[in-house]
């Protein structure tokens, strides 16, 4: 694509508004500038301008065209029923001759079917639409259109190759910013969905690099910004991150801001900022947005862990076959080794395993992280220990620093459990200088909690029997101790911990890999 001074040419533009009224083509050139610009609330303005006078000079195939990409605008935006309307309109204007403005429209009302929940329907339209089209512009729609059906029908790997097929006339710049825009955002969209982090981490580069070589351009915007913001948290980027889900929340409107309140509470959650991520979870469940897993995650860090227990059990009962399942599936996991309950972790790892496709690194190294920590609490380290090694792996491949570190973290407690205590710092000590260059005060004061507990051998081996569920007689007798030795042993370990029950201190003790 031409490369555009785009403020220049809407100062001109409008410049020229204000002196004369603009000829329509020149009105569809200030649509483009407007929509570059992130002016969206006058791209239908223009656009409509556009196709009355087209109509008026008696230009019938340029009017057709001004409602088309009108009623694109509008069904981008959510306004359904207008963009139905203008549909409706330009379908009466459609000579019958002209096969190729009927494909047009007909793929406009592919775009509703799609829009309106129907991809069974509106899948052979966009098929239909791609054997006619030969404009870069109506090629890539219609491909995209395909993609989103495919998805939409649960056919992702389908999807992944038509989105591919659009972006090839993407990159070679032959489509305008309008539909060069939604491709990229489209394509990154579907990654994310399908757990391809890599492809769209790849994407969002390729995007950085096209709005480079358009000034004045605002891409990312809406549910864009959304993506975008969850790439730079994976990156460690946090503060950028929250940036662009703050931008998101106040750039979508009603029943679609959610998923930006959801991002951003994400962001703050990791950042150690409870207060403002309880905030931002509470608007995307006012939206009707699930908050499952991040608000149980959050609830486990205050200590109320039955609270955050029983979220995820409604939300996994709720979520039978969502993206989101793995995500739930991780967390439960997590929340049942830190409270010790085995076979619930168990079951969630294996069925996170299942679900963990060949062509996601993302889901691979989720599952092996969450089954390397199973192993640890049902006193396995040593089989742990190649899980998680693969898993950091995975993360240093995908750039995903924070999950990285958490692995290593658990490398570092199945270490512990072998007596390897060198091994065990060494891993430690890696993981806290990632938490220190990203800001991750939470995740650095459970270090030093940890560090800070204390125990001594004896304490720990103590630990390590009542997390059996033994008494302190069945502790006495093993260790050839008095109980009442093994009482006091007890006590300052409670001391230690900052527990008051031995359930808490079996919690800690497969938390910290000490069990088994």
């Known amino acids: 694509m031409e490369q555009h001074d785009w403020p220049a040419e809407y100062a001109e533009l409008t410049a020229a508004g204000r002196r004369a009224p603009l000829p329509p083509a020149d009105l569809d050139r200030l649509a483009v500038a407007a929509f570059v610009l992130g002016r969206d609330d006058e791209v239908a303005a223009y656009r409509e301008r556009a196709y009355e006078e087209h109509l008026a000079r008696g230009d019938v195939v340029a009017a057709i065209r001004s409602g088309f990409w009108l009623g694109f605008h509008l069904q981008q935006h959510g306004e359904l029923a207008r963009a139905a309307g203008w549909q409706a309109r330009i379908e009466r204007l459609i000579p019958e001759d002209s096969p190729q403005l009927a494909g047009m429209v007909a793929m406009a009302d592919a775009a509703l079917r799609m829009n309106s929940g129907d991809p069974a329907t509106a899948l052979p339209l966009f098929e239909q639409n791609m054997g006619w089209a030969t404009e870069p512009d109506a090629i890539v729609l219609a491909a995209l259109g395909r993609g989103h059906c495919l998805n939409m029908l649960g056919r992702g790997a389908e999807a992944l190759k038509a989105l591919d097929e659009a972006m090839v006339h993407v990159t070679a710049s032959q489509v305008g910013p309008e539909v060069a825009g939604m491709a990229y955002c489209s394509v990154i969209a579907l990654c994310m969905n399908l757990y391809d982090i890599r492809r769209a981490q790849e994407w969002t580069q390729a995007l950085t690099g096209w709005c480079d070589q358009q000034p004045g351009l605002v891409p990312y915007r809406g549910a864009c910004l959304v993506h975008r913001a969850q790439i730079l948290q994976y990156r460690g980027a946090w503060s950028d991150a929250a940036d662009a889900a703050e931008d998101a929340c106040r750039r979508l409107s009603a029943g679609t801001v959610g998923s930006a309140w959801y991002r951003l509470a994400e962001v703050e959650r990791r950042r150690g900022h409870a207060e403002a991520a309880e905030r931002a979870y509470l608007s995307a469940a006012a939206d009707g947005m699930d908050v499952q897993p991040g608000l149980a995650l959050l609830r486990a860090g205050q200590g109320r862990v039955d609270l955050a227990i ?18 739930l599936l991780a967390a439960r996991a997590e929340l049942a080794v830190s409270s010790g309950d085995r076979e619930t972790a168990r079951k969630a790892a294996a069925e996170l395993t299942e679900l963990a496709r060949a062509d996601s690194p993302y889901l691979q190294a989720l599952a092996a992280s969450c089954e390397g920590a199973v192993r640890i609490a049902c006193g396995d380290p040593q089989g742990a220990i190649p899980l998680l090694r693969r898993a950091w792996s995975l993360w240093q491949q995908l750039d995903m620093p924070y999950e990285g570190a958490h692995t290593r973290l658990l ?27 990203l800001g991750a005060v939470v995740d650095l004061a459970a270090l030093e909690s940890d560090r800070g507990s204390g125990l001594s051998p004896r304490e720990l081996e103590v630990l390590r029997l009542l997390a059996t569920g033994a008494t302190n007689r069945a502790v006495a007798d093993q260790l050839f101790l008095s109980e009442r030795t093994v009482a006091r042993h007890v006590s300052n370990i409670f001391a230690k911990l900052g527990v008051n029950s031995r359930a808490a201190a079996t919690a800690y003790a497969y938390e910290n890999g000490l069990a088994g």
């Open 310 to 327: 029983a979220g995820l059990e409604r939300a996994l009962a709720e979520d039978s076959f969502s993206a989101n399942r793995p995500m």
């Open 411 to 437: 490398v570092g407690r199945a270490c512990r459990a072998l007596g390897d205590v060198d091994a065990e710092q060494m891993e430690i000590d890696s993981a806290r200088a990632v938490f220190e260059r």
